[in-house]
């Protein structure tokens, strides 16, 4: 099982609304990660869990919250979005120390903001 | 940081021919470069992946080679297909410390095989 799950596929919300995005792996992955693509362009790299710890943040503003619960399971919380957020947010994951460094990508969440 | 530059942004060719997308990176510290597809709406997936201990790799039409004095690397695609018309992304990545990685994408080549 390769499979990274991401719910909703599609999110329409108002900016002073608050959402979730939620992501799943059950490969055994103690990496996980939120990207977030523009149209017509590549992923950027958001957050980095390693160990259900967060280990990376790209400068993201607050406004975007992550969230991992446990080793499977990875939230992306979001709060008083500008229309400029409105992406494709992907999720990844990957094994942690270890010679295979696959990353799998789910098949994300498209968010529009209005 | 790493910076991956990705040329060229858009390719297109006779189906039946061959496709050369080239890629380089800044951080000599990179180890790992995997090569994504992404067709229209689609997540990214993931298509073949070198290691810096390896100068070419291939995987039946696909091939990737390396060149770590130069810091580039390339994506080969023979006998190219109406199928393999997608947006292909390189990415650098290196180990930090815990074991996680950061990838870096390239900025993307759109690659349309004509029939």
């Known amino acids: 099982d390769t499979e990274v799950t991401q719910t909703p596929k599609h999110l329409v919300m108002g900016m002073t609304n608050k959402k979730s995005l939620k992501c799943e792996q059950h490969?055994?992955?103690?990496?996980m990660y939120w990207y977030k693509q523009k149209a017509k362009k590549p992923p950027e790299l958001m957050f980095v869990?390693?160990?259900?710890?967060?280990?990376i943040n790209e400068s993201v503003p607050s406004r975007f919250s992550p969230e991992c619960p446990n080793s499977s399971l990875l939230n992306l919380h979001l709060h008083a979005l500008q229309p400029e957020d409105s992406a494709l947010y992907l999720c990844a994951s990957s094994q942690v120390g270890h010679s295979i460094d696959t990353i799998y990508f789910g098949e994300g969440s498209w968010l529009t903001v209005v | 940081g790493e910076n991956v530059e990705q040329h060229p942004s858009t390719l297109s060719v006779q189906e039946g021919d061959s496709a050369v997308i080239k890629c380089t990176y800044s951080d000599s510290a990179s180890n790992y470069f995997p090569w994504y597809k992404q067709e229209l709406g689609k997540r990214p997936q993931l298509i073949i992946d070198?290691?810096?201990?390896?100068g070419e790799k291939k995987d039946q039409r696909i091939a990737v080679t390396l060149n770590k004095t130069a810091k580039h690397f390339s994506l080969h695609i023979t006998e190219t297909q109406p199928e393999d018309s997608a947006v292909y992304f390189c990415?650098?990545?290196?180990?930090?410390?815990?074991?996680?990685?950061?990838?870096?994408f390239g900025s993307g080549t759109r690659l349309q095989v004509q029939p």
């Open positions: 490969m055994g992955h103690r990496a």
């Open positions: 869990y390693s160990y259900e710890k967060l280990s």
């Open positions: 990415a650098a990545s290196r180990r930090m410390d815990t074991g996680r990685r950061a990838l870096t």
């Open positions: 070198i290691r810096s201990n390896v």
